[in-house]
């Protein structure tokens, strides 16, 4: 299912420009012939049913991972910034006995137990002709890739995806969007997480459409990239965007060519989307969705778009808000979100305890996010239910004091958890990043909390001030860290 567009665009438009990274420019053809090659290799290197990659964003990521698929094999994409022991889990967790990567990243890979294949080295005799091979047929229910949740509460879990979940996502995502061919996307999320392999591999090989991908983000050259390309779809986390609204010598006419700029991944600060607006005039959309679900359940896009909120749920899909006996909740009342759809995940890899508990009888997939519908169907994420805090039995979300206090001036970064208090249960605590040259004290988060007016229960009882706030390789704050240096 998922080879079948690749292979059209080959033969529609061999020599179309598909892909564009810091290495070169790649047609439709050559992408083909590349993984047809590599999937010939894997057949002659390995008997095992899953290969690992281990790769930057760019076409030898595109070429492992179809040719993968050619051999009839399952990628697991391995994300090059774990350490060690996460990664040596992943080997052992998946099976795998060879992993694509490059000789300058196997310093990560020293001592596992894995053969490496060096795209590099197979990459000076490239491939002039196709090998003589049918690709598999694939039903929807076949296994697809295995993606590694990033392990942000512990050792990584498997998320097991088959060709119909990513197929489904994908034409939904693309359905939704009102996305074509001839948009030219910009790959900026790494390509071994799900929103960037969603947006910026499986999305431009289904249209057939052009991606362009930098091995490292900086705002000036993404401003470049747009300029130079045309870009006209790009998909990031709100970091990347806010770095780009402080940048000087950009405006509203870089964003001139631009159809939707979307954020994802985490959840995006109000005063980064108004940051972005008012500096290049163009709207951030944000979306939603998890690794178990491969892509999107739901997103804002032109002409359906509420800022504050996730957007409306795809075609497809179902979202409901339940409470804590699983029962759906009316418009506007906040619970914890819930997933149904051809989209969602198979299970968790090894891990049969785990996927019984994330699935309810009824089929649904539970987030563990906390969230609101309102009446015209736009989600809202208010944070998630393990970092709910209960002070004297009033409700607290994180993400509310998160949001009101990065509106205060002097402060450039914050996370919010609760603490466990002899007399009110929980008190919360706000770990602060100032901004350079400002101080912050706990009396000037009080102060800016009840100007704003701040019920008491929710106002900080403790604030610790930080140089950083420890972050997953993908750029979500790991709160048990925190969590950890509060019982330290």
């Known amino acids: 299912m998922l080879l079948q567009p690749l292979l059209h665009n080959a033969q529609s438009e061999p ?99 894995a053969q490496l294949i060096d795209l590099m080295e197979f990459a000076k005799a490239p491939p002039t002709s196709v090998p003589s091979y049918s690709p598999p047929s694939y039903n929807a229910g076949d296994l697809a890739t295995i993606l590694y949740t990033s392990g942000t509460s512990g050792l990584p879990k498997g998320v097991v995806l088959t060709h119909g979940n990513m197929s489904s996502d994908v034409n939904s995502a693309i359905e939704h969007a009102h996305l074509q061919g001839d948009h030219t996307f910009l790959g ?18 289904t249209l057939g459409a052009k991606v362009v991908f930098t091995a490292r983000f900086s705002p000036v050259g993404t401003i470049k990239a747009i300029r130079e390309h045309a870009i006209s779809v790009m998909v990031g986390v709100p970091s990347m965007y806010g770095a780009m609204a402080r940048l000087k010598d950009a405006g509203p006419d870089d964003f001139k060519t631009m159809f939707a700029a979307i954020s994802g991944g985490e959840p995006l600060p109000s005063k980064v989307r108004e940051a972005f607006h008012q500096k290049f005039n163009a709207h951030l959309y944000e979306g939603y969705g998890l690794t178990e679900t491969i892509g999107p359940v739901c997103f804002n896009v032109p002409g359906k778009h509420r800022p504050g909120s996730v957007g409306q749920v795809i075609p497809h899909a179902g979202v409901r808000i339940v409470d804590e006996h699983d029962q759906p909740l009316p418009p506007d009342e906040t619970g914890e979100v819930q997933m149904k759809g051809p989209m969602i995940f198979q299970g968790y890899h090894n891990l049969p305890d785990e996927t019984a508990k994330a699935i309810t009888p009824d089929g649904y997939f539970r987030s563990g996010d906390l969230g609101h519908i309102d009446n015209d169907g736009f989600v809202f994420i208010t944070g998630r239910k393990k970092d709910l805090i209960i002070v004297s039995g009033e409700k607290v979300y994180p993400r509310e004091i998160e949001e009101l206090l990065s509106q ?33 004290t706990l009396d000037t988060v009080r102060n800016f909390c009840r ?8 106002i900080p009882k403790d604030v610790i001030v930080a140089k950083e706030l420890p972050r997953s390789p993908t750029g979500k704050v790991l709160k048990r860290e925190l969590v950890a240096q509060l019982s330290a």
């Open 408 to 440: 205060d001036p002097t402060i450039a970064d914050v996370a919010v958890i609760g603490r466990k208090d002899e007399s009110r249960g929980e008190a919360v605590v706000a770990f602060i990043v100032p901004k350079e040259g400002q101080i912050v």
């Open 188 to 205: 900026l999320a790494p390509l071994f997480h799900s929103t960037g392999m969603l947006a910026t591999m499986l999305a431009p090989v």
């Open 15 to 113: 020599d179309k420009v598909s892909v564009i990274d810091d290495l070169g420019s790649y047609t439709n053809q050559r992408v083909m012939q590349t993984a047809f090659a590599l999937g010939a290799l894997l057949k002659a290197k390995t008997s095992k049913p899953t290969v690992g990659i281990l790769l930057p964003s760019g076409a030898g990521f595109i070429a492992s991972f179809y040719g993968t698929l050619l051999a009839g094999k399952v990628p697991v994409p391995i994300n090059f910034l774990l350490g060690p022991r996460e990664i040596g889990h992943i080997i052992a967790d998946s099976g795998i006995d060879t992993i694509l990567t490059l000789s300058l990243m196997g310093d990560r890979l020293k001592g596992l137990p």
């Open 451 to 458: 100007d704003k007016g701040v019920v008491n229960w929710k």
